[in-house]
Each structure stands twice: as structure tokens, then as C-alpha cells.
């Protein structure tokens, strides 16, 4: 495998400016470096590959989802997360690692097949999903590689991060500028979330010892296909008690339901209720999805990657009906370390306390590994629509009366999901449990 030294690339490589050759936008104290590879074409990669990966993202959403509501206190309050925003930070992550680090991440992940197809499959997966996103339903993904300038770094690592992901690469001088470069990354995080997440990587986060900092960033802004109006007075029954609120009210034609209650076939239906509703933005590539279950907690603990993809088939393939939808408005932040989570979820041989060390020697010939990874994301819902930013980075250093009507109330708690509709992959997931 060849290697490449990053000094080597600020001879060898023709640098532009950060905001890229010449054109007007922000300027950052980095040096851009332009990729070797054209980013992949999803047309070009076996569908069956993109559905796997598909799948390898529902199922680490399960699980994720899973192990963030059994931290201390997090099941009482509300949560919005980017299951996507994290895994496609790994995916920038993973073809750098080795040995039992690799092993560790393809569990964690859900990763299955030779690495070349998981790189070729999720890479068609994100090109796919980038693509849904139009001017009135507005998805903007951004990956980057910040490097350290004295990283040895190998050249196939940064091309599988530029041909799958589209990662930019930038050189940062974390050596004698580390809390500086920290704060042009958060600065660099804020501009490409609309301002949504501030601070992602907290001071002393960055160090002289950082070899590369990876990041994804997702902004999601978009109307309903049918705008919402003023409801009327409920109360919503959650985890703290009882509280009044007004709802945003909306009648949808056509609207996709799936309702456990409705008997199939011959098989009476389930003693707990189970309502799902996919409610569509405009030009209809995306959906929040609603799951409405009358034992929340039940639900939340027992549903995993292939349940939820088989809940979403459901939903999308249910009979169009007609439903009055009476929901609150609402807004929710959430975020931190997941050293904890990640390290709680099998991931901890990526991290520098690892015993044995971590192995990124498909990455680097130096001693490489994870000393921290941070993640940040945003939701407001209202009457027009949904804005939503997320942001993740990882750390790496060297040591270590017409029709029929049906109502759909959300007066308790409740699951939602951001959903691309064509590969069924959560963008964003949370929950409310109270107001």
C-alpha cells in the first residue's frame, strides 16, 4: 500500500483556498487538497449492496436508539439524534481500521461482505440520499477529513474517503494550533448547519497530539406537503404528568397509516395498539414518520433494525386513507461525548484506552486512535414544517364527512423519524415523552 505524507502533499498538490477555488463563501484557516478520484456513481453499484447497507444503517439505529434511552434519566426526557450523521462519520472511519478494531466495527456497525462492497454500498446509499433533496425539501450532507500536516497518511485511505463519501480533505496545523484549529471546525460545523449546531467539539477536545479530526454535518429544512393549522386545546400524557397544549392541526388525503388495531387476515390484533404515520413534505422525497404506540416504553424497548424495517414496509404499502392529524409543536436538543454509548455498544477497541491498542494500520504507519468523538443534533417541527441539523466528529490521535376520517392524536408519547422514503434510512430519530 503507498504511502503519502502530507508535507509531501503540500508540494506535490495544487491548494485552494478552503472555500474552494475562488468562489465566494466562507474562508477558514485550512489548505483545501483536491481528491484523486471522481466521487462513486450509485448507478454503477449492485442495488443489493445499497439495500445491505440500507440495512447495516436501520439496524445500528435500533441498537443506538436502544442504548440511549437506557442512560441514567434519558428515558424521561426527550431526544433527537442523527443515526445518520454518526455512521457516516464512521464510514470514514472504518477503512482505516484493522485487526480487532475492525472486527469491532463491522459488529458495532452491522457491516457484512468484503470491505470493498460495504465501502461501494454505503457510498451508494449516501450519493442516493443526497440526490432526494430539492429546493422546497432541502438535505445537505458534508463530509470532511481535517489532516494534522506531519500525519503519514496512506494515499488509498484518503481516496476511499474522497471516491465513496465525498469527503473534503483539509490540512490543519494541530501541532502548533490546536485549540485555533478547534474552534475554525466548529466554525466550519456552524456553516454547513445553518448555524444549528454551535460548539460541537468542546475546549481541550484538540490537542498537539491529533492526527486527523473526521466530520459529518446534515442540515434538513423543508414544508409539509400540507401545511398544518391551529388545533385545539389537549393534553399531553407523558412523563411529566399531565400537560395542556394547543395542537397544530391537518386533515391528509391519501394519507399512509398502518394501524396494528386493523385486523389481517386471521390473526387478531396485538393487545397493545400500534398507529404509524408517514406525514410528507413538499415534493415528497422525505416523510416524518410517527409511531404512536400505546405502551411507549414497551415499544421503545423492544424494537430493533428489522422490526423497524418491516414497520416502515407497512406504513409506505398501507391502503391511502384520509386522517385528521392533531400533534404538538415542538423543538429538542441533544448531545455530548458517546464515548460512553459507543464504548457500551462494542465499540471500545477504537478508542485510545483499548487494551490491546487500537489498530489503524490500514490508515497510517504511525500509532493512531480514537481519543474522543462528539455529536450534536437539532429538531423544530411547527405548522410549516422541519428544520433539523446534526453534526459528528471523531478524534484521532496518536496515542491514543366525506371520506372516512381517521384521528390521529398525539396526545402521549411518541417515537418520530425523518425518513428518506425510496431506501427507508432514518436521517433523524427521537422521541417526546413530555412538552
Known amino acids: 500500500?503507498?504511502?503519502?505524507?502530507?508535507?509531501?502533499?503540500?508540494?506535490?498538490?495544487?491548494?485552494?483556498?478552503?472555500?474552494?477555488?475562488?468562489?465566494?463563501?466562507?474562508?477558514?484557516?485550512?489548505?483545501?487538497?483536491?481528491?484523486?478520484?471522481?466521487?462513486?456513481?450509485?448507478?454503477?453499484?449492485?442495488?443489493?449492496?445499497?439495500?445491505?447497507?440500507?440495512?447495516?444503517?436501520?439496524?445500528?439505529?435500533?441498537?443506538?436508539?436502544?442504548?440511549?434511552?437506557?442512560?441514567?434519566?434519558?428515558?424521561?426526557?426527550?431526544?433527537?439524534?442523527?443515526?445518520?450523521?454518526?455512521?457516516?462519520?464512521?464510514?470514514?472511519?472504518?477503512?482505516?481500521?484493522?485487526?480487532?478494531?475492525?472486527?469491532?466495527?463491522?459488529?458495532?456497525?452491522?457491516?457484512?461482505?468484503?470491505?470493498?462492497?460495504?465501502?461501494?454500498?454505503?457510498?451508494?446509499?449516501?450519493?442516493?440520499?443526497?440526490?432526494?433533496?430539492?429546493?422546497?425539501?432541502r438535505?445537505?450532507?458534508?463530509?470532511?477529513?481535517?489532516?494534522?500536516?506531519?500525519?503519514?497518511?496512506?494515499?488509498?485511505?484518503?481516496?476511499?474517503?474522497?471516491?465513496?463519501?465525498?469527503?473534503?480533505?483539509?490540512?490543519?496545523?494541530?501541532?502548533?494550533?490546536?485549540?485555533?484549529?478547534?474552534?475554525e471546525i466548529n466554525r466550519w460545523v456552524e456553516d454547513h448547519t445553518a448555524g444549528k449546531i454551535e460548539d460541537l467539539l468542546p475546549p481541550n477536545s484538540i490537542g498537539s497530539n491529533t492526527w486527523m479530526v473526521l466530520v459529518n454535518a446534515v442540515y434538513f429544512n423543508a414544508k409539509w406537503k400540507t401545511t398544518f393549522e391551529d388545533g385545539t386545546p389537549m393534553t399531553f400524557r407523558g412523563a411529566a404528568g399531565d400537560q395542556p397544549f394547543t395542537s397544530m392541526r391537518v386533515e391528509l388525503a391519501e394519507a399512509r397509516l398502518y394501524d396494528s388495531a386493523v385486523p389481517v387476515g386471521d390473526d387478531p390484533p396485538p393487545a397493545d395498539r400500534l398507529q404509524i404515520l408517514a406525514i410528507p413534505y413538499q415534493d415528497e422525497q422525505f416523510d416524518m414518520v410517527l409511531f404512536l404506540p400505546d405502551d411507549f416504553a414497551s415499544?421503545?424497548?423492544?424494537?430493533?433494525?428489522?422490526?423497524?424495517?418491516?414497520?416502515?414496509?407497512?406504513?409506505?404499502?398501507?391502503?391511502?386513507?384520509?386522517?385528521?392529524?392533531?400533534?404538538?409543536?415542538?423543538?429538542?436538543?441533544?448531545?455530548?461525548?458517546?464515548?460512553?454509548?459507543?464504548?457500551?455498544?462494542?465499540?471500545?477497541?477504537?478508542?485510545c484506552d483499548a487494551d490491546p491498542a487500537a489498530d489503524f494500520s490500514s490508515m497510517t504507519s504511525a500509532v493512531a486512535c480514537v481519543s474522543a468523538v462528539f455529536h450534536q443534533a437539532f429538531i423544530e417541527v411547527n405548522k410549516k414544517g422541519t428544520e433539523a441539523a446534526a453534526a459528528t466528529a471523531i478524534v484521532v490521535a496518536n496515542n491514543c364527512a366525506g371520506p372516512t376520517v381517521t384521528p390521529f392524536t398525539v396526545d402521549r408519547p411518541f417515537l418520530y423519524a425523518i425518513v428518506d422514503r425510496q431506501t427507508r434510512t432514518i436521517l433523524f430519530l427521537g422521541h417526546t415523552v413530555h412538552l
Open 1 to 137: 500500500m503507498k504511502r503519502w505524507f502530507l508535507t509531501m502533499m503540500l508540494l506535490v498538490l495544487s491548494l485552494f483556498s478552503a472555500c474552494g477555488g475562488g468562489e465566494e463563501g466562507p474562508s477558514y484557516a485550512f489548505s483545501a487538497l483536491s481528491g484523486s478520484l471522481p466521487v462513486i456513481d450509485p448507478a454503477t453499484v449492485d442495488p443489493a449492496l445499497t439495500g445491505a447497507a440500507a440495512d447495516a444503517q436501520r439496524a445500528f439505529t435500533a441498537d443506538l436508539y436502544h442504548h440511549i434511552v437506557a442512560l441514567p434519566g434519558q428515558d424521561t426526557e426527550n431526544l433527537v439524534v442523527s443515526p445518520y450523521s454518526i455512521f457516516s462519520a464512521f464510514n470514514l472511519l472504518y477503512p482505516g481500521a484493522a485487526g480487532h478494531t475492525e472486527a469491532a466495527m463491522r459488529a458495532g456497525f452491522f457491516l457484512e461482505g468484503p470491505a470493498a462492497d460495504i465501502f461501494a454500498g454505503q457510498g451508494a446509499l449516501d450519493q442516493t440520499i443526497r440526490a432526494h433533496s430539492t429546493k422546497r425539501a
Open 139 to 183: 438535505l445537505e450532507v458534508a463530509n470532511a477529513s481535517f489532516l494534522e500536516t506531519t500525519f503519514p497518511v496512506y494515499q488509498d485511505y484518503l481516496d476511499t474517503m474522497t471516491h465513496y463519501y465525498g469527503a473534503d480533505l483539509f490540512t490543519a496545523d494541530f501541532l502548533n494550533q490546536p485549540d485555533f484549529m478547534r474552534t
Open 299 to 351: 415499544f421503545a424497548a423492544t424494537v430493533d433494525g428489522t422490526s423497524l424495517g418491516t414497520l416502515l414496509a407497512q406504513t409506505y404499502q398501507s391502503q391511502p386513507g384520509t386522517v385528521e392529524v392533531n400533534m404538538p409543536e415542538f423543538t429538542i436538543k441533544w448531545g455530548g461525548p458517546l464515548y460512553d454509548l459507543l464504548t457500551d455498544m462494542g465499540l471500545g477497541p477504537i478508542f
